[in-house]
């Protein structure tokens, strides 16, 4: 039995000959997206990077917002 729950969680990415889309979701819903040439490797740890070392600080701790 497929858990489709737990296979949303589990997606990274999707390629198709032209190109590959890459996802990050935190559990609040947002998600940043890549779009990379097909060839690139899997790119969900850059996403966390940028997510932790981007977002985090400039929009989430932005007390203007």
Do not use: M, W
């Not at 858990?3 to 990274?12: E, G």
């Amino acid at each position: 039995i497929i858990d489709v729950a737990q296979a949303a969680l589990d997606f990274r990415n999707y390629a198709t000959v032209k190109y590959k889309f890459h996802i990050y979701e935190i559990p609040t819903g947002l998600k940043l997206v890549l779009i990379t040439t097909p060839n690139k490797n899997d790119q969900y740890e850059r996403l966390k990077e940028l997510f932790q070392t981007i977002y985090v600080p400039l929009v989430s701790r932005n007390v203007f917002c």
